[in-house]
């Protein structure tokens, strides 16, 4: 496993190195090392499995309010999306910029969204499988999330965002009285 740095402070994408056979592929998805070395100090407290059906949908770009913030830890196990975070950190040098990196379960790669970042994706195929780890459980009270389309944002989605879920279309478009999460 190897962690490479990605332009937003903070976040890591993981290059994973797997072993493979002709009976297949052995792959770890988790190494407490590689984690601590990214500053994720927090234990692992949930994991998520996502399946998306369609080309182009979105889901995203959510995130947690302290206390309950997370860092995530999320890698695609089938099909191809383009994972996208924003950091939202009140005070930050990258505050509202973006970043995205292709998860590929070819690719057997990882990105480590951490704590004030908002997260999303969109599907590259027709079907998408994400894992995710997270250091906090998810909790209703503290979530909220970002316009994926919010012109502020300006994120370069390869495909107009498409099923956008109900609450995803509720999230109003930053105005200038957002001042982020606190770090």
């Known amino acids: ?3 490479k740095p990605l332009p937003l402070t903070g976040a890591y994408e993981i290059e994973r190195a797997p072993h493979i056979d002709a009976r297949g592929i052995f792959c770890r998805l988790y190494d407490y090392e590689i984690l601590r070395g990214a500053g994720v100090e ?3 407290a949930q994991i998520n499995h996502s399946v998306t059906n369609g080309r182009g949908i979105v889901r995203g770009m959510h995130f947690q309010h302290p206390p309950a913030a997370e860092t995530k830890i ?3 196990l089938e099909g191809r999306v383009l994972d996208v975070i924003v950091d ?23 990105v480590i ?3 004030g970042f908002a997260h999303g994706f969109q599907t590259l195929e027709d079907r998408a499988t994400l894992v995710y ?13 970002l316009r994926c389309t919010d012109p502020r944002l300006a994120i370069s989605w390869p495909m107009p965002p498409a099923g956008l879920s109900e609450r995803d279309q509720t999230f109003r478009p930053l105005d200038d009285a957002f001042s982020g999460v606190a770090p």
């Open 1 to 3: 496993m190897k962690l």
């Open 42 to 44: 927090k234990p692992i």
């Open 74 to 76: 999320v890698s695609c």
């Open 88 to 110: 939202i950190r009140r005070g930050s040098a990258t505050f509202l910029k973006w970043c995205a990196v292709e998860l590929n379960a070819a690719r057997h790669n990882t």
């Open 113 to 115: 969204v951490p704590e």
């Open 133 to 145: 780890a997270t250091t906090a459980p998810y909790s209703k009270e503290h979530e909220s999330g």
